[in-house]
């Protein structure tokens, strides 16, 4: 179809639609190729409420499934090392995931944390909450 709307083979074939244009008026002509526009504006419209509605079902479907952690002040927790899946050359394959322990030390916008060390060094950005995890202690490891 080309930028007018019109087939290539409608021209070429002159076809009922290309002969009945050629037969209008010019006002009717005008007239007709304003209603296309409008039902173009039409198909528009209710393709942009289609998206939406699309978007708040994927939303909704996303958002039941979505954990989102959060923690206290206090609390301890692991978090990921970034960038995830870099490993470390002498353990391989079997790099950890998850470091050290850490205290959340206060809260910052959007579901992120500030972290401290257990020494009380302050990390000087914020981590989302994402990329950490709840620390349990063990009975064996911690004392």
Do not use: C
Not at 2 to 29: C, M, P
């Amino acid at each position: 179809m080309s930028k007018h709307g019109v087939n290539t083979w409608e021209i070429k074939t002159s076809s009922r639609r290309i002969f009945s244009q050629d037969e209008l008026a010019a006002g009717d002509y005008d007239t007709l190729m304003k209603d296309e526009l409008e039902d173009l504006a039409g198909h528009w419209l209710s393709a942009l409420v289609s998206i939406r509605e699309n978007n708040k079902r994927v939303a909704k479907w996303y958002d039941k499934r979505v954990k989102v952690n959060e923690f206290a002040d206090g609390d301890l927790v692991w978090k990921l090392i970034l960038p995830i899946r870099s490993k470390i050359s002498k353990f391989g394959k079997w790099s950890p995931n998850w470091e050290g322990r850490y205290r959340i030390n206060r809260f910052a916008p959007r579901n992120a944390y500030i972290l401290e060390t257990l020494k009380g060094v302050v990390f000087s950005r914020a981590l989302n909450g994402i990329y950490l995890k709840k620390y349990y202690p063990s009975i064996w490891m911690d004392a």
